[in-house]
């Protein structure tokens, strides 16, 4: 409750506040509206910060180190910079490019090893293009074409299990077409009668490859997707 009301009474410019006597162990005293500013930016930008360091692939980063060196530039004291403002961008363009091409070396080997044991489990058939399927329910309606549109329910998970997107958690199907899809969505749609749930587990190649896709499909990623086909869609 007391920080609360030092940050209350810090923020009140109108009615000149800003002689407040808040301080305790830890906390800095905000006597000016520049005060409150420097306090309100650090801490808007400090939470931000936070958040996207730990997005950053790799190794955890030193939150020491950081600071000491976003302290320098902070200030201007560029003497005892160990790296020139170049370098550190180059740097870091190579650090990232290094990582990635490891995780994407990692997942690549993980997926091939995971596809290879799936493929051996009772009631999992492998095509020839490496898509891997397994019948949960099969129905009994016609089986989509490529030019046809189709209504699914689906969910779809990284091989660890997390996952990705998901119709069912929406609470709405999803109408597409076959063709719009990825190659191992348009081949899988056509081999399930209507009234069908499948689990597919569908390669890289057959997905989105080496580019990976949004925040958590990464480069050459397994992706495993639990779908039910609903209905033919008639335009």
Not at 203 to 225: D, M
């Amino acid at each position: 409750m007391k920080k609360v009301v030092c940050l209350l009474m810090s923020a009140g410019v109108a009615t000149g506040l800003f002689a407040s006597s808040c301080q305790s162990k830890g906390h800095v005293v905000l006597k000016t509206g520049a005060d409150s500013a420097s306090y309100a930016i650090g801490l808007l930008n400090g939470g931000g910060f936070r958040q996207n360091l730990s997005t950053v692939p790799g190794d955890p980063l030193s939150t020491e180190i950081l600071l000491k060196a976003f302290s320098m530039a902070l200030n201007g004291d560029s003497t005892h910079f160990q790296m020139t403002v170049e370098e550190a961008q180059s740097f870091m363009q190579a650090y990232f490019t290094a990582i990635q091409e490891h995780e994407a070396e990692k997942a690549k080997s993980e997926g091939t090893k995971f596809l290879e044991e799936n493929k051996a489990k009772a009631g999992v058939i492998t095509t020839e293009s490496g898509l891997q399927y397994q019948v949960i329910t099969e129905g009994t309606g016609n089986k989509p074409t490529e030019s046809d549109r189709v209504k699914v329910h689906y969910t779809g998970t990284l091989i660890d299990g997390t996952v990705f997107d998901s119709s069912v958690d929406r609470g709405e199907p999803a109408t597409f077409g076959v063709n719009q899809v990825i190659k191992g969505w348009t081949e899988g749609l056509q081999i399930m009668p209507v009234g069908s749930k499948y689990i597919f587990w569908i390669p890289s190649e057959l997905a989105y490859g080496e580019r990976g896709a949004g925040q958590n499909i990464k480069p050459n990623s397994v992706l495993k997707f639990e779908v039910e086909l609903l209905e033919i869609v008639k335009e």
